[in-house]
């Protein structure tokens, strides 16, 4: 239970700042996009949310390792240690100066709190969806198959052969004063009562070719997806915001490709004012929450503007460089906020575990004793010394090549205990640096593995040291 609970709020915190970060990175993008088709920025809305809901789990990938400060200072990059390098070997000083992030700890009350609203949100947006699904599926059952009038009939088959979607079956339903869109691989239009008489053949067309770009796209099936995908975060306003654009955007694409069938653009988009006019004038009594309706999105205004925008379009060529650019910059802004993912470390106990490494250990080399590590428990932390060669030599496999005679005494002066692993900091006091990162790690009965925090700018990881237990201990 603990580790699964390390493993939520890992998610949760990685999304509450990853999420922001990629939607106002998408809304830069979508802002100097504004020039290019609305294809192009449905496309990178949709990306935005692809990557809101997968950087979180990637950042759970480290967390399965262990959840141990250990496991997460070798993912964090830091400050060289100072060192010499000199042919195949590595010569490095112990106490050069490092960086180290410490995962993120949560009282026991305070992470149940978090990990049950993060639960309670998913499963209410599951239920809310799940609800809307019953709606919609009621609403199809109760739709029923009705002629249309010839004129009617003959504008349908038209546009539908333009869209390449002929036989598409047209339903009726006293339920809606709109026309909806339903259905995964048998999409069916639903039509109020009025398109079957009092409509007009610009009304009727523009209609029935902007329900046609959603079957042609597949967007009822996409917008399951979506809504899926978008379960785990859909706590966070920035989430909401990016599903909003992606209906935005979703509904401006079919405009664009309706508009593209009927007698111009002028023509479609008085046609929409007309619908929507007549709407208002007689609201629908039930509306379904999950089916495509011409204005489900509540935009018309941005819909006409866009329409009505007499602005040049950008060229094919500029449109390749700025989605290439938009796609760049999404891509550079997920990488970051991956490398910065944070870590909540899993819950142990660690007044018992910290028994587990008091006493002498030492760590050999050729004979020499290159290590002593003395610990001791005080005041429920870990204290002690360690005394150790100078400088030591390494090849590129980071294997032990020359350990130094000389040797001095450092202190603990800090020690991170997760389960039975510890990141101890040693150093001594007035020293100017900050203290160096140790590793260290049960590695059976008697025996730790010790080595210093590998940093990313480090090209050789060293390898672990063996120290057996001298002295002390249970």
Avoid at 156 to 173: N, Q, V, W
Avoid at 356 to 363: M, Q, S, Y
Wanted: net charge positive.
């Amino acid at each position: 239970m603990e580790a699964i609970s390390a493993l939520l709020m890992t998610y949760l915190v990685n999304a509450v700042w990853q999420v922001p970060a990629i939607a106002i990175t998408a809304a830069l993008c979508a802002r100097f996009m504004r020039r290019t088709p609305s294809e192009y920025t449905h496309r990178l809305w949709v990306a935005a949310l692809l990557l809101s809901t997968l950087l979180p789990l990637l950042s759970l990938g480290r967390a399965v390792g262990g959840l141990d400060p250990a496991t997460a200072a070798k993912q964090v990059p830091g400050e060289i240690p100072s060192s010499i390098t000199n042919g195949s070997t590595h010569i490095f000083s112990w106490l050069g100066r490092g960086t180290y992030r410490q995962p993120l700890s949560f009282v026991p009350f305070l992470a149940w709190l978090l990990t049950s609203g993060f639960a309670l949100s998913c499963i209410y947006s599951l239920a809310r969806l799940g609800w809307a699904w019953r709606r919609t599926t009621r609403f199809r059952a109760a739709s029923y198959v009705r002629p249309l009038p010839d004129r009617s009939a003959e504008v349908l088959e038209r546009s539908a052969t333009t869209f390449g979607r002929s036989g598409i079956p047209i339903f009726c339903s006293t339920e809606t004063v709109g026309p909806v869109t339903m259905g995964f691989r048998h999409s069916v239009i639903i039509l109020p009562e009025k398109f079957f008489g009092d409509v007009t053949e610009a009304e009727f067309s523009s209609a029935i070719c902007h329900e046609l770009a959603h079957i042609r796209r597949h967007d009822f099936g996409l917008n399951m997806v979506y809504e899926l995908l978008s379960l785990p975060i859909s706590f966070h306003p920035a989430a909401t915001m990016i599903k909003r654009r992606i209906g935005q955007t979703r509904e401006l694409v079919c405009d664009e490709m309706a508009a593209a069938r009927v007698a111009n653009r002028e023509v479609y988009a008085r046609s929409l004012l007309n619908i929507a006019q007549s709407i208002c004038e007689n609201p629908s009594p039930f509306g379904s929450s999950y089916a495509l309706n011409l204005f489900d999105t509540d935009t018309l205004e941005v819909r006409i503007v866009t329409l009505l925008d007499k602005t040049k379009p950008a060229g094919k060529r500029l449109r390749t460089v700025l989605a290439a650019v938009a796609a760049a910059l999404l891509a550079v802004t997920a990488i970051a906020v991956s490398t910065y993912a944070l870590q909540v470390a899993q819950p142990h106990d660690n007044a018992a575990n910290l028994k587990l490494f008091v006493g002498t250990w030492t760590a050999q080399f050729q004979g020499k004793t290159f290590v002593t590590l003395t610990m001791k428990e005080d005041s429920g932390k870990l204290t002690g010394t360690c005394l150790h060669s100078v400088s030591l030599a390494e090849d590129d496999q980071g294997r032990i090549t020359r350990v130094e005679e000389e040797q001095v005494l450092d202190k603990i002066v800090d020690a991170q205990v997760s389960g039975t692993n510890v990141v101890l900091s040693i150093g001594h006091d007035g020293d100017p640096r900050n203290p160096a990162k140790f590793e260290l790690k049960l590695a059976g009965p008697g025996t730790v593995e010790m080595r210093p925090v590998h940093h990313a700018e480090n090209r050789i990881t060293t390898q672990w040291w063996k120290l057996s237990r001298t002295s002390g201990g249970l």
